[in-house]
């Protein structure tokens, strides 16, 4: 239904609270955007009776809310201190497969282990010929699975030197939660593609994808693991407040490449990532735009008697839009931000309307326009990006029909050109409408439906996001920019190589 890439996961882990499972299932529902798909939580606790330690583990399709519905999977299953929980969406196919729904739970040599993975292992087909060619049998389709079958492989006989080793063979991006029966452990590789963050909560520490996941928890924010990094929290780090770290030797030529697209459109506004918070990258986004496309170049008549509103495509597109009026408003340009659609919240990824399955219907389900905002005026529809430009049309015509004096759109970020490979579900490159009519700008307006189309620049981009106190030069623009930092090879299907 929706015409924006997904992404793939979202995790979360806390160690030695005695509301272990709650705070991960919270932490869980305020990262239900980076996966809907399925959700579960791994916990551990010794067993005083059996003399050993358990690691219950809970998880099923569905959104957090429905998975873990009733008090007794908190209270009687999910028992112990210390918890990981994985939110996840994936492609169709092995979507249907139970057995990739994380996070995974083992028992081996050195004891339990649960791993909860976001990102797309770019080596994941070489590791997997390997295991193929010793005979290891595979539980899932998902390259989740290579990480537990190299912690289990290897020779070193302490487990952290396990984990470390598997580390060093695994490459493309990866932020993984691993829980074991004393220790929880959370990477970011050396890229750091993904965002993850160190919190605390009541004293003792947390982690999650996004920190919007310690807000709902009532849990401080740290830092941000870094590029990387392997930060282990266990007894002696809770009780000296300090977590022990470790780094991940990179390879040769590494270099640091965050997804810029996590401040274009994936994380939530109100989280913190990659050092700043995203609602302030995307208002520098909107204010870009205005610098480079002022609305006095956009609509055809400023002086007509209504002032041009701009509207967003909620709620991705909502600070981009505020921070484009305001711009424009600070550079004298008259215009308003008005709420021009309503987003409909209640509509799951699986709704089906009754009788009608058209796309323009399901656009219909999700977004209505406001008539009285719209009619008469000169439109200006912000949007954050625009994949295959199915909803755009939809959109635009639903906004055609309330009459306005013109409609014109403009996007904030650039024209997406090419799909992700370290964790992002996108369309192949034939599929986005920016190559499907050779990036050529005024077909695209033609082919959505509007007066005219404005993207802003791969330079406008990266200068907006240089506020975060990183070089732009750390940032991933592969999906703008068709330069990949990190080789892909993954050489399987991708419903055999489920991503997460
Ligand atoms: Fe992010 Fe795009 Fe790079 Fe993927 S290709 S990591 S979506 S910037």
Redesign the pocket.
């Known amino acids: 239904m929706s015409d924006k890439?997904r992404e793939y996961c979202g995790i979360f882990g806390i160690f030695d609270h005695p509301e272990a499972a709650l705070a991960t299932y919270y932490g869980l529902h305020s990262l239900q955007h980076r996966g809907q798909e399925s959700a579960g939580i791994v916990t551990s606790y010794y067993d005083e009776e059996k003399g050993r330690n358990i690691m219950p583990s809970y998880k099923d399709f569905g959104l957090v809310l429905n998975v873990f519905n009733k008090p007794k999977i908190m209270n009687k299953i999910l028992k112990g201190r210390s918890a990981i929980g994985h939110n996840r969406y994936s492609t169709s196919g092995s979507s249907k497969n139970p057995a990739n729904i994380q996070p995974f739970r083992v028992h081996y040599r050195s004891g339990n282990i649960a791993i909860g993975h976001n990102g797309n292992l770019s080596n994941a087909k070489q590791i997997r010929d390997r295991f193929r060619k010793e005979g290891v049998i595979f539980q899932s389709t998902s390259d989740t699975e290579l990480i537990l079958h190299l912690i289990s492989h290897s020779i070193k006989q302490d487990q952290m030197g396990q984990i470390m080793d598997a580390l060093h063979q695994i490459e493309g991006?990866y932020c993984l939660v691993l829980l074991t029966d004393d220790k929880l452990i959370a990477v970011r590789d050396p890229n750091g593609?993904r965002p993850l963050a160190l919190g605390k909560k009541d004293g003792k520490f947390c982690v999650a994808s996004e920190t919007c996941a310690f807000d709902i928890n009532d849990a401080e924010y740290i830092r941000d693991i870094e590029p990387g990094e392997v930060v282990v929290i266990d007894k002696e780090a809770t009780e000296k407040g300090e977590v022990k770290s470790y780094f991940i030797e990179p390879k040769a030529g590494t270099q640091t490449?965050q997804?810029?697209?996590?401040y274009v459109y994936?994380s939530r506004p109100d989280s913190m990532i990659f050092g700043e918070m995203v609602d302030k990258i995307r208002r520098n986004l909107g204010k870009a735009l205005a610098k480079e496309h002022p609305i006095d170049e956009v609509v055809s008549n400023m002086d007509a008697d209504k002032k041009p509103v701009v509207i967003s495509v909620p709620d991705s597109s909502n600070t981009a839009a505020i921070g484009y009026a305001n711009e424009n408003l600070k550079m004298g340009k008259e215009c308003k931000y008005d709420i021009g659609l309503i987003r409909n919240h209640y509509v799951g990824r699986t709704f089906i309307s009754p009788g009608q399955k058209s796309r323009e219907q399901k656009v219909r389900t999700k977004f209505n326009p406001v008539r009285g905002v719209i009619e008469g005026r000169s439109v200006i529809i912000v949007d954050d990006s625009i994949v295959r430009g199915t909803t755009s049309r939809y959109l635009v015509d639903m906004i055609r029909a309330c009459n306005p004096a013109e409609i014109h759109f403009l996007v904030s970020s650039p024209p997406i050109i090419?799909?992700?490979?370290?964790?992002?579900d996108?369309p192949t490159p034939e599929e986005l409408i920016a190559n499907k009519f050779d990036r050529n700008v005024e077909k695209i307006a033609e082919e959505i439906g509007v007066d005219s189309l404005r993207y802003l620049s791969a330079d406008g981009l990266v200068n907006a996001v240089k506020e975060a106190n990183v070089s732009e030069n750390d940032?991933?623009?592969?999906?703008?920019t068709g330069n990949?930092?990190v080789p892909v090879n993954f050489g399987v299907e991708k419903e055999e190589n489920e991503l997460v």
């Not at 997804?259 to 996590?262: K, N, T, V, Y």
């Not at 090419?418 to 992002?424: H, T």
């Open positions: 890439p991006a593609f490449s997804c810029i697209f996590e994936f090419s799909p992700c490979y370290y964790g992002m996108f940032y991933c623009t592969a999906c703008f990949y930092p």
